[in-house]
């Protein structure tokens, strides 16, 4: 359901649709809920977005996906140029970090991902789900040098 303001200044739904998930991968689904080709957002910008997507992140821009991730599948080692808001909403999934660290996180866990090399891997028996907001920064610049992104 998306909100916005008509022509006069009253707040009218715009958009109320069910979405169907695509596949992410085998067995995993992903979807755009919402994308802004700016940050800070323009609110009278009427177009949709999300059929604009490539990638994960919108440069300058901010996107709102939920994903969903089936027993035994995991993502490869990537990083995207953003600051990700992550929040488990079912089920749990490890996060490991390219330092070989992990943490298993579980539904109700709020993760911050700061433009870091990371994957996903799902090791238990259940369905998780996320809601990931992702927000355009700039690079992380180590001595000078920018760390590229890392394309899943």
């Known amino acids: 359901v998306v909100a916005r303001h008509d022509r006069t200044g009253r707040a009218h739904f715009a958009i109320d649709e069910v979405m169907v998930l695509p596949p992410f991968g085998p067995n995993?689904?992903?979807?755009?809920?919402?994308?802004t080709g700016q940050s800070p957002?323009?609110?009278?910008?009427?177009?949709?977005?999300?059929?604009s997507v490539h990638g994960l992140v919108v440069?300058?821009?901010?996107?709102?996906?939920i994903l969903d991730?089936?027993?035994?599948?995991?993502?490869?080692?990537?990083?995207?140029?953003?600051?990700?808001y992550l929040l488990i909403t079912r089920g749990e999934i490890?996060?490991?970090?390219?330092?070989?660290?992990?943490?298993?996180?579980?539904?109700g866990d709020?993760?911050?991902q700061r433009?870091?090399?990371?994957?996903w891997i799902n090791r238990s028996g259940a369905w998780m789900q996320?809601?990931?907001i992702l927000v355009a920064a700039k690079p992380v610049a180590i001595d000078g040098t920018e760390l590229p992104e890392i394309h899943i």
């Open 115 to 119: 433009g870091t090399s990371h994957r």
């Open 110 to 112: 709020f993760v911050v």
């Open 69 to 84: 991730v089936a027993p035994g599948n995991e993502t490869p080692m990537h990083r995207t140029i953003s600051v990700d």
């Open 94 to 107: 490890d996060l490991e970090l390219e330092s070989g660290e992990t943490r298993t996180l579980r539904a």
């Open 41 to 51: 957002a323009d609110n009278m910008d009427e177009r949709d977005l999300r059929g």
């Open 130 to 132: 996320m809601v990931a």
């Open 28 to 35: 995993s689904y992903s979807d755009l809920l919402w994308v």
């Open 59 to 65: 440069d300058g821009g901010t996107v709102v996906r």
